[in-house]
């Protein structure tokens, strides 16, 4: 429950101690009907289970009880930021997870390709779910608008759905979406509700007048309507707050994006754990502190794919040798969020978590689980103080008070 | 740690999904010296074992560690509104509890019948206790006082305590009580200390002084003191707050009143569980939350009466399948506070709570008591979190982020 204003007083530069922290994405689930069993609790978890007996447990809220979060704000909270307060506008994470060139001062927004009538009037808010493959093709056209004085990225997303990142002096991002939400109607105006947002109305609108244009002979995907601007997220980098020269790995852009925005330095990797422990071990002796990040578990538990889950954990768990043979200090297993196999989506269940290290109590819990970690002596903790726990396990905060 | 803001926006509308949240008040309690075992624990509960084992269990704190509450507030917290900023003025607690015609833009206040000598000054600030027939005897006559352009509406409440209601344009609640607290004395003069209030003296002043006449000839209660002015609360409704069609089912008049200060509909129902299940099962297909009262449990901890709470428990637990049989889609079996029969008061220990769903994971609480629900996997969250655990486990709740 330490706030950050007094984890930054505390946080002592002067250890050399190593802090390892996997993250798993979408880590927690829930009982299959037919076995009353987890996924955790179903897949074969030698090394895991290990760390959780030898090591403390507990679960972690997120976003508080009942709430389920989106990736950002998950990692952000994992990270030790108030994720309400940090909230990343959804174009700044949809530029961040498209791996745009996307950086301080730069304005981002959602575009989806739509369809419009002859008299401009909005017939398909989503052009007929154009295939991902066409979404890129147009993305490609797309990219030909210029703006006087302002660099315009463009990238494509799935399907209908793609991003813009607009770079210039004086950009703000209090502007309203063109996305009626309805049909039969044209765009709405963009709208900007503060001063300096103003401009940043003017570049959008001299993009959409070029959109119109590039794509007027295209079919069904003739328009596009933006959504969610927001800015490049301006948060306290990890360095000033923690002391920490930390690195991210992951293999998806988005984790990258977001470990990027709180200050690590990022690391390009396949999606697989060969290429990610690789990568560790190459970069280990230059950073205090690793992020590193297991995107399949989650996607798994999207598909509803609960037997992929169960195998997924049971390749991570054969990794975690790799990651111990290298002695941080402290190593800890969690997960961002829980994403249960049985309900197809993230929820808000509390996530495993284990903090192995020589200051970790054994506190009994039988088994790297839900049920397994909820045992230990953590309790349920909020998401934001398990980065206190990190640096307290690694000697890396100092005592408060005399 | 959701506030209602973020509830708010995070609330679906497009769920059929039904929840029904019974309140058993003073749910909790501690050990029988006699025997170590709490109410609950020595309690034959095979329904609320079998629910608690099947579901999600933890402790609620009403207002957080080491506070005891009353009623008023542990039901605010329970329906997820800060108990502390959300205060319901103890005049309008009275108001609402005895079920006055009291709506927004009201005044409550309480009325202490009491003896004042001939120089008036207050001899007995509880007339000597007098029994409950005798103030309800006392209300009668107080009724015809008659205030120029203010409906007034007086109620007895138990012995010497009653209560009265204005009801006029431009009044305000911020005045001081009239009950100076020591005898000898007259009794204080009324003081606005706001302008808006100011309307509310006159009108309080002219009531006194018919009181005084009304009551000149009775003995000993000769008089009435005023105390804890408050007006109507004014709270944020369910529907709007949670997109929730509420329905407040409860005998006593009070849980109706704060239930309808929330914005449900309430149907006023015997005492017994019969009557309640009747009404729930009527008006089932016409709301989307249930919130069902069960007030003697409290009544018999209140009494230090272990083995009646005991009793009340067992009979409880029988009409656990009457709930069951309705199938909602989440069913949470919690209380407002603790009452330990032998502490014979509120407490502030956190209360057994279990939810049961789809996707509740069964936490392995062996039983539905204080420790059973306390190795649950909530572990103690506050009771204003449990709203938001509602709305999740009944899918009506958003992402957060993307």
């Keep these: 429950m330490i706030s950050s204003e007094y984890t930054r007083e505390l946080c002592s530069r002067d250890s050399a101690a190593k802090i390892l922290l996997l993250v798993v994405d979408g880590l927690g689930g829930l009982p299959h009907p037919d076995t009353g069993k987890s996924e955790l609790e179903t897949a074969r978890l030698p090394h895991l289970d290990a760390l959780a007996k030898g090591g403390t447990c507990g679960l972690i809220s997120p976003l508080g009880a009942g709430v389920t979060p989106g990736s950002g704000p998950a990692h952000l909270a994992l990270f030790g930021y108030d994720p309400f307060k940090s909230e990343i506008g959804r174009g700044a994470l949809s530029a961040l997870g498209l791996g745009l060139d996307f950086a301080r001062g730069d304005i981002a927004a959602r575009l989806n390709f739509c369809t419009v009538d002859a008299e401009g009037l909005v017939q398909d808010r989503r052009a007929g779910r154009i295939p991902t493959e066409k979404g890129r093709e147009l993305c490609q056209i797309l990219q030909r608008a210029q703006v006087s004085g302002v660099k315009v990225t463009v990238a494509a997303e799935m399907e209908y759905r793609a991003g813009v990142v607009f770079r210039g002096e004086g950009l703000g991002d209090e502007v309203s979406d063109s996305d009626p939400q309805v ?20 570049v959008a609108n001299a993009f959409l007048g070029q959109a119109a244009e590039l794509l007027a002979e295209q079919s069904p ?43 690590m330095d ?13 990568a560790l071990k190459e970069r280990y002796d230059d950073y205090d ?4 990040h297991v995107k399949k ?37 969690t997960g961002d969020h829980s994403t249960p196999a049985i309900m197809r989506s993230h929820s808000w269940h509390p996530v495993p ?3 192995a290290g020589q ?44």
């Design 183 to 202: 049909t039969g109607v044209p765009p709405k105006p963009l709208i900007a509700s503060t001063a300096s947002s103003e401009r940043t109305v003017e």
């Design 221 to 263: 995907a003739n328009m596009v309507l933006m959504r969610g601007f927001g800015r490049y997220p301006e948060l306290a980098q990890m360095d000033e707050v923690y002391g920490l020269k930390a690195l991210g790995i992951a293999g998806y852009p988005m984790y990258r994006g977001v470990a990027g925005a709180v200050g």
């Design 266 to 278: 990022v690391v390009e990797v396949g999606w697989d754990l060969e290429s990610e422990c690789t």
């Design 289 to 292: 502190f690793f992020y590193m």
């Design 297 to 333: 578990t989650d996607s798994a538990g999207e598909d509803g794919n609960f037997d992929l889950k169960v195998q997924l954990l049971e390749e991570l768990d054969a990794y975690i040798p790799r990651l111990q043979v290298l002695n941080p200090e402290v190593l800890i297993v």
């Design 353 to 355: 978590t284990a903090i």
């Design 359 to 402: 200051w970790a109590l054994a506190d009994g819990a039988s088994e790297f689980s839900e049920r397994g970690c909820g045992a230990g002596s953590l309790g349920v903790i909020p998401s934001t103080s398990l980065m206190s726990l990190a640096l307290a396990h690694a000697r890396r905060l100092d005592k408060f008070g005399a």
